[in-house]
């Protein structure tokens, strides 16, 4: 049996220019020389330094297992001195994601959000990378229920024997930290009723009944794990592709439609996904709106191959950005009608997500200052 390989995803808000817009040039710097340290260490095979708004996400591949030790130390030391960086130049909310001073043995509870998947290489291995920036942990949810239960969005399910074999699809309550397994299509109507409540259940895992882990989802939910509001949860996925999984296109599909999203403007705010290039990430109308962005790559060997030379060092192969083009033109442009339209509702619900949601909220302040004047009906 082949070796197995890792990929491992890890993300978070260290410091960034002029309010939550994008972290320095210096901070990508210093955390891509972090991560060149683990190859040459010999814990890490590949890498690569990316970011989506004010998020930076570390990719990296290695066979050393899901929640190793030794990598999520390398991502922790690559997020702390970003964030010393950001520091120095007194940056917008430096350390912001990173909830203590020292590494714990691993990053979930710490802050950053973390998805990784372990699997045997196949002859040939594309996989997607999306990275979202202001917005919740289930904001993948309903693109993951159209990729791997939607036969009207991957005709594979019908016609592709293998990927008719279905899916098994890991859901986990946010709020109490459970999860439980539940089978697609057999269970399709059970797994809808659950992941339809965004505000409490998510998709953390997908996998294919033959060949293993299909898509992982971060969703550690930030402000549950600080006890108090530190930053929005901003999640990363990855899917692989092709061979009895989703084609790329497939994969791609479900971000044609501008859903809403919670978080947003002080993480309390519903805006509608802004698919785009890494490049324009950067919020730009109201602290947004939401964005996510979607990288593609090939695993070759356990290295990260994109569109460089195979030959070029770790860290320097620069994956696809599939929303850079001008056909998801129509998509940004619905996108922001529909922000906009949302942002008219000022501190009105449906503009602001619901009381229990909020991440900043004086209402407990005001009840109690007029608890003496309310009267019976």
Not at 18 to 40: D, N, Q, T
Not at 168 to 194: C, F, N, R
């Amino acid at each position: 049996m082949s070796e197995k390989i890792t990929v491992s995803l890890i993300k978070a808000d260290v410091g960034s220019i002029a309010g939550h817009s994008r972290p320095h040039p210096k901070m990508m710097e210093v955390a891509s020389l972090a991560m060149s340290k683990g190859v040459k260490d010999g814990l890490l095979l590949d890498y690569y330094v990316t970011r989506c708004g004010d998020d930076m996400e570390l990719l990296m591949t290695h066979r050393n297992g899901e929640n190793h030790k030794g990598v999520h130390e390398i991502a922790w030391n690559a997020f702390m001195d970003a964030a010393q960086e950001a520091k120095k130049m007194h940056l917008y909310a430096a350390g912001q994601d990173l909830l203590s001073d020292a590494f714990s043995g691993n990053v979930r509870g710490q802050g950053p959000g973390a998805a990784e998947m372990e699997f045997v290489e196949r002859p040939t291995e594309p996989m997607l990378i999306f990275m979202a920036d202001k917005c919740g942990p289930a904001a993948y949810s309903l693109p993951i229920a159209k990729i791997f239960m939607d036969p009207f969005t991957t005709t594979g399910l019908v016609i592709d024997p293998r990927a008719h074999l279905g899916y098994d699809i890991e859901v986990v309550d946010v709020i109490d930290h459970k999860k439980v397994i539940m089978s697609s299509p057999a269970e399709m109507y059970d797994i809808l009723a659950l992941i339809g409540d965004t505000t409490r259940f998510a998709v953390k895992r997908v996998l294919h009944r033959d060949i293993g882990i299909a898509a992982v989802v971060s969703t550690e939910k930030l402000n549950i794990s600080a006890g108090k509001y530190v930053g929005k949860d901003d999640p990363v996925m990855m899917v692989r592709c092709q061979s009895g999984l989703p084609a790329v296109g497939e994969a791609l599909q479900p971000f044609a439609f501008p859903q809403l999203v919670s978080g947003w403007m002080r993480g309390s705010h519903y805006g509608a996904w802004y698919p785009c290039a890494v490049d324009e990430s950067d919020p730009t109308y109201h602290d947004g709106p939401p964005r996510v962005c979607s990288l593609g790559l090939q695993i070759s060997n356990g290295k990260i191959q994109g569109i460089e030379p195979p030959n070029s060092p770790p860290g320097n192969h620069k994956p696809l950005d599939y929303f850079a083009g001008k056909e998801w033109d129509p998509v940004r442009n619905k996108a922001m009608e529909i922000s906009i339209y949302m942002r008219g509702h000022g501190p009105f619900m449906p503009g602001i997500v619901s009381p229990e949601e909020l991440e900043y909220t004086t209402r407990p302040d005001v009840l109690k200052k007029i608890e003496s004047r309310m009267e019976p009906l």
